[in-house]
């Protein structure tokens, strides 16, 4: 982890003779995105929000006209313009894989050879910005949240432009020069209205310094096509940079570009999400009283009050009409305007805003700034603090949400998990892994449902023990080694069991809600009961795991295994529906594969629900979590009975550990039965 006193440190001082390479830095670092598309990545970026962070998204306007600030800092912060580029292809290991994601591991390395902060830290800015939007959303700093939040789409926007990712940045070293601005202004503003933002949904990041340079390599794969995008539009236009030229330059490259806008945003709204998960998930505000703005203006009433030039002023007043329609100088977007009489009816004037949910008409504010004059009127602007007191209109609450796809979301906190609150049983697993559609993969996995899955009928051949655990387990992408499973039988033919199969259920809930699995668990499953998970591991993505891993106490899987021999309920209330706890613990394969896990004890009717297990022990129906080596909830409905046990094996193939849960039924049958029905007879 860095942080801003560790990258000032690292900041050095360019000697006097590099004064014609200080020119040119300051021509390259002034690039960056044109504005309006800076604004649309932070704007369209809450699309991808959850519905947890419906709140965060009434900001949507808030964070694209302070999308550009960063830019903005880079005349009057000497820090500032490193952050927004990286030139990776001047350091070796970006080639070899072996590139350092540590600032000060980065320096170590190289500093010897080269300014590695004149080369670019964006992965570090956005490493850094990630981590103090969380600070500042936990402690309740919402308006510092929010400007953070916007810095940070610059950086990612910045990050997903191929132009700041290399060396070549200009096309200096190919012929290409000018190209930096021609391609991410000249054309994109061209173009602006033919990107759309699609919403996939945002996830947790588990480290965002690797992802940023996950996407930075990805971005960086294109230099060479604008390159040659550029060679091939200069060749049809003549030589010109006019409309010949930039129809061909968008023809070569605005599928990706627009792709990579695409990307930037959902990249921009997952870590704004990992902020948050970060900071505890802490409750949004649906309005802020105190909100930073970048100015407000008035002109003087017909009395002839006014205030002196400089001064710093405090005005109260009430809100009294809006106007629309007009367009702001900076940037020529439309805003709204609203006119402002002070509490003693001696000024009225016009405030400025960029975002209509922040004020309206019949509001009580107070405005503190200082005095200008600007076009002959005079304003407040360098404004310290806005302060609503009062609303005379109903102010919003939080967002509630109820649609197929989402369960409500309140003050009340956790609610009813139904079966349909985000994935449907004949939903194609394939659906939700469009990323690894490069794989060219069997048309019969395009067959495979979540119900499938959740039965273990998937079709996808894998022994959870030995050799091929390992193999997976080791694997540094585990979606798609399940993807590439060889096929056992057809999807929902028969019964095969592999944790891969319940590990791609996480995935797929995570993609479905928006949350990680343990996100999404903690607010709907584990709050309401009162548990807390130790330990979860995750997978080499970040996704958590679905089938192993999982570290609860003993009397936590008690409450678990309560729950469902409750019916979803606790405390009179639902937690999970019913009709799925009654649909989970069916039998829907019955056979010897399934027999031979309880062949040491007298049972009958063995099978496998939604992840259940379940027999019957001397005409008494049970259904179990069955965990590897002895970590067992039995829920036996007969004797309104849970009984929980852990256990320890260390070798995964000696057969004494698959033993140990044959002694525990064994112990459940012949000592806790017969004491249980002497109770009840």
């Given at each position: 982890?860095?942080?801003?006193?560790?990258?000032?440190?690292?900041?050095?001082?360019?000697?006097?003779?590099?004064?014609?390479?200080?020119?040119?830095?300051?021509?390259?670092?002034?690039?960056?995105?044109?504005?309006?598309?800076?604004?649309?990545i932070n704007k369209e970026s809450t699309i991808h929000l959850p519905v947890s962070m419906a709140n965060f998204t009434l900001y949507d306007d808030f964070l694209a006209i302070h999308s550009i600030d960063a830019d903005l800092r880079k005349s009057t912060?000497?820090?500032?313009?490193?952050?927004?580029?990286?030139?990776?292809?001047?350091?070796?290991?970006?080639?070899?894989?072996?590139?350092?994601?540590?600032?000060?591991?980065?320096?170590?390395?190289?500093?010897?050879?080269?300014?590695?902060?004149?080369?670019?830290?964006?992965?570090?800015?956005?490493?850094?910005?990630?981590?103090?939007?969380?600070?500042?959303?936990?402690?309740?700093?919402?308006?510092?949240?929010?400007?953070?939040?916007?810095?940070?789409?610059?950086?990612?926007?910045?990050?997903?432009?191929?132009?700041?990712?290399?060396?070549?940045?200009?096309?200096?070293?190919?012929?290409?020069?000018?190209?930096?601005?021609?391609?991410?202004?000249?054309?994109?503003?061209?173009?602006?209205?033919?990107?759309?933002?699609?919403?996939?949904?945002?996830?947790?990041?588990?480290?965002?310094?690797?992802?940023?340079?996950?996407?930075?390599?990805?971005?960086?794969?294109?230099?060479?096509?604008?390159?040659?995008?550029?060679?091939?539009?200069?060749?049809?236009?003549?030589?010109?940079?006019?409309?010949?030229?930039?129809?061909?330059?968008?023809?070569?490259?605005?599928?990706?570009?627009?792709?990579?806008?695409?990307?930037?945003?959902?990249?921009?709204?997952?870590?704004?999400?990992?902020?948050?998960?970060?900071?505890?998930?802490?409750?949004?505000?649906?309005?802020?009283?105190?909100?930073?703005?970048?100015?407000?203006?008035?002109?003087?009433?017909?009395?002839?009050?006014?205030?002196?030039?400089?001064?710093?002023?405090?005005?109260?007043?009430?809100?009294?009409?809006?106007?629309?329609?007009?367009?702001?100088?900076?940037?020529?977007?439309?805003?709204?305007?609203?006119?402002?009489?002070?509490?003693?009816?001696a000024w009225c004037g016009i405030l400025v805003f960029y975002s209509d949910s922040m004020v309206a008409e019949g509001d009580s504010i107070t405005v503190t700034g200082t005095v200008s004059e600007y076009n002959g009127e005079t304003e407040i602007r360098?404004?310290?603090?806005?302060?609503?007191?009062?609303?005379?209109?109903?102010?919003?609450?939080?967002?509630?949400?109820?649609?197929?796809?989402?369960?409500?979301?309140?003050?009340?906190?956790?609610?009813?998990?139904?079966?349909?609150?985000?994935?449907?049983?004949?939903?194609?697993?394939?659906?939700?892994?469009?990323?690894?559609?490069?794989?060219?993969?069997?048309?019969?996995?395009?067959?495979?449902?979540?119900?499938?899955?959740?039965?273990?009928?998937?079709?996808?051949?894998?022994?959870?023990?030995?050799?091929?655990?390992?193999?997976?387990?080791?694997?540094?992408?585990?979606?798609?080694?399940?993807?590439?499973?060889?096929?056992?039988?057809?999807?929902?033919?028969?019964?095969?069991?592999?944790?891969?199969?319940?590990?791609?259920?996480?995935?797929?809930?995570?993609?479905?809600?928006?949350?990680?699995?343990?996100?999404?668990?903690?607010?709907?499953?584990?709050?309401?009961?009162?548990?807390?998970?130790?330990?979860?591991?995750?997978?080499?993505?970040?996704?958590?795991?679905?089938?192993?891993?999982?570290?609860?106490?003993?009397?936590?899987?008690?409450?678990?295994?309560?729950?469902?021999?409750?019916?979803?309920?606790?405390?009179?209330?639902?937690?999970?529906?019913?009709?799925?706890?009654?649909?989970?613990?069916?039998?829907?394969?019955?056979?010897?594969?399934?027999?031979?896990?309880?062949?040491?004890?007298?049972?009958?009717?063995?099978?496998?629900?939604?992840?259940?297990?379940?027999?019957?022990?001397?005409?008494?129906?049970?259904?179990?979590?069955?965990?590897?080596?002895?970590?067992?909830?039995?829920?036996?409905?007969?004797?309104?009975?849970?009984?929980?046990?852990?256990?320890?094996?260390?070798?995964?193939?000696?057969?004494?550990?698959?033993?140990?849960?044959?002694?525990?039924?064994?112990?459940?049958?012949?000592?806790?039965?017969?004491?249980?029905?002497?109770?009840?007879?």
């Amino acid at each position: 982890m860095i942080n801003k006193h560790t990258i000032k440190n690292h900041k050095k001082l360019l000697p006097g003779c590099a004064i014609l390479f200080t020119l040119i830095l300051s021509v390259y670092t002034a690039w960056s995105w044109g504005f309006d598309i800076h604004r649309l990545i932070n704007k369209e970026s809450t699309i991808h929000l959850p519905v947890s962070m419906a709140n965060f998204t009434l900001y949507d306007d808030f964070l694209a006209i302070h999308s550009i600030d960063a830019d903005l800092r880079k005349s009057t912060d000497p820090d500032e313009a490193p952050r927004h580029y990286i030139d990776i292809d001047n350091f070796s290991g970006f080639f070899s894989g072996t590139l350092p994601h540590n600032l000060d591991s980065l320096i170590a390395q190289y500093g010897h050879l080269f300014d590695v902060i004149e080369n670019g830290i964006v992965p570090f800015a956005i490493e850094l910005f990630t981590d103090s939007l969380s600070q500042k959303m936990a402690a309740g700093e919402w308006s510092e949240a929010l400007l953070l939040a916007a810095d940070l789409g610059h950086y990612v926007a910045d990050a997903h432009q191929p132009l700041h990712t290399t060396k070549n940045y200009d096309g200096q070293l190919t012929g290409n020069d000018g190209i930096h601005f021609r391609y991410e202004m000249d054309m994109v503003n061209r173009h602006l209205g033919e990107i759309t933002i699609t919403g996939d949904q945002a996830v947790y990041i588990a480290s965002p310094v690797d992802f940023a340079f996950q996407f930075i390599e990805e971005a960086w794969v294109f230099v060479d096509s604008i390159m040659i995008a550029d060679d091939i539009a200069r060749s049809e236009s003549g030589g010109l940079y006019d409309d010949v030229y930039y129809d061909a330059l968008w023809r070569e490259t605005g599928d990706f570009t627009v792709n990579q806008v695409q990307l930037a945003t959902r990249a921009l709204a997952s870590l704004w999400y990992t902020a948050w998960v970060e900071a505890g998930m802490p409750a949004i505000p649906a309005y802020l009283t105190s909100i930073p703005i970048k100015e407000i203006q008035y002109t003087t009433d017909p009395s002839g009050v006014s205030p002196l030039i400089g001064e710093i002023v405090t005005v109260s007043g009430i809100v009294t009409a809006e106007h629309r329609g007009e367009n702001h100088a900076n940037g020529g977007i439309s805003h709204a305007y609203f006119y402002m009489s002070d509490s003693a009816a001696a000024w009225c004037g016009i405030l400025v805003f960029y975002s209509d949910s922040m004020v309206a008409e019949g509001d009580s504010i107070t405005v503190t700034g200082t005095v200008s004059e600007y076009n002959g009127e005079t304003e407040i602007r360098d404004v310290t603090e806005f302060i609503r007191h009062s609303t005379r209109n109903s102010l919003p609450g939080p967002i509630d949400v109820s649609t197929n796809e989402a369960q409500e979301v309140s003050d009340r906190g956790p609610q009813k998990v139904t079966q349909d609150h985000t994935l449907q049983g004949d939903k194609k697993m394939m659906d939700y892994f469009p990323e690894y559609e490069y794989l060219n993969l069997d048309p019969w996995k395009y067959n495979i449902t979540i119900r499938h899955l959740l039965q273990m009928k998937g079709g996808l051949e894998f022994d959870d023990s030995g050799a091929s655990w390992l193999e997976y387990a080791s694997s540094s992408d585990w979606v798609k080694y399940a993807l590439e499973l060889p096929k056992s039988h057809e999807p929902g033919e028969d019964w095969d069991y592999s944790t891969p199969q319940t590990n791609l259920l996480s995935v797929i809930l995570t993609k479905a809600t928006g949350m990680s699995t343990k996100q999404f668990a903690d607010l709907y499953l584990f709050g309401p009961l009162g548990i807390t998970i130790a330990q979860w591991s995750q997978d080499p993505q970040g996704y958590y795991t679905g089938g192993h891993e999982m570290y609860f106490t003993p009397r936590d899987m008690a409450k678990f295994g309560l729950l469902y021999l409750n019916n979803a309920t606790l405390n009179e209330e639902e937690i999970v529906s019913k009709d799925w706890v009654l649909e989970s613990i069916q039998n829907y394969e019955y056979g010897n594969r399934i027999e031979d896990i309880f062949q040491y004890i007298e049972t009958s009717s063995a099978g496998y629900g939604y992840q259940w297990w379940t027999a019957t022990f001397y005409d008494h129906f049970c259904y179990m979590a069955r965990g590897c080596c002895g970590q067992v909830i039995y829920c036996i409905p007969d004797f309104d009975l849970v009984v929980v046990t852990t256990a320890c094996g260390t070798v995964m193939d000696d057969p004494i550990v698959f033993d140990q849960i044959a002694y525990i039924d064994r112990f459940l049958i012949n000592y806790i039965f017969p004491a249980i029905n002497d109770f009840w007879n």
